[in-house]
């Protein structure tokens, strides 16, 4: 993998660039847009972690984590966790380790704040990603968060 791949936060200068990120079109109903991920940032701000993913100044996707969330959403904080909330690799840029680089840097973030694993949601069936998650090393957990699988990352 390139060594010039990192990531950028969002602001005013970078932000029609990242709201032109797109992925193919075959894939639009698999993963919500990038406005669309940038304003749940916006109302979301101490758990939505938005970056761009660039290879040396070659803006190539879009990802946004969340962080020390209550998964379960009943209010106890029992079931806390952190994990890859979106990913927008660009469309041509794709099958390039981006989104492999993506996943790891989230990795980074989630063990940098003491966590132990990242927690992705993804839309079954042919057409989506399960195989890339299932190739990471992420294993089904069994539950569906809305109408997306649940896998997890141990982040040993």
Not at 6 to 19: M, Q, V
Not at 36 to 64: N, Q, T
Not at 89 to 105: C, E, L
Not at 116 to 145: I, K, Q, V
Request: glycine share 14%; with cysteine; hydrophobic share 40%.
């Amino acid at each position: 993998m390139a060594t010039t791949l990192r990531l950028e936060k969002i602001d005013p200068s970078n932000f029609d660039a990242a709201i032109a990120v797109k992925v193919r079109p075959d894939q639009d109903h698999l993963v919500a847009p990038v406005v669309k991920s940038l304003a749940e940032a916006y109302v979301h701000p101490g758990v939505a972690w938005p970056r761009l993913i660039l290879d040396g100044d070659r803006l190539v996707g879009f990802l946004m984590a969340f962080l020390d969330i209550d998964f379960a959403g009943d209010g106890t904080g029992t079931d806390i966790r952190s994990g890859l909330w979106r990913l927008n690799i660009a469309a041509g840029q794709q099958g390039r380790g981006y989104g492999r680089f993506a996943v790891q840097a989230v990795a980074t973030e989630i063990r940098r704040r003491g966590g132990t694993r990242l927690t992705a949601c993804w839309h079954p069936g042919n057409d989506g990603p399960e195989g890339f998650y299932l190739g990471l090393g992420f294993r089904l957990t069994g539950e569906m968060s809305g109408d997306q699988r649940v896998g997890e990352l141990e982040l040993a």
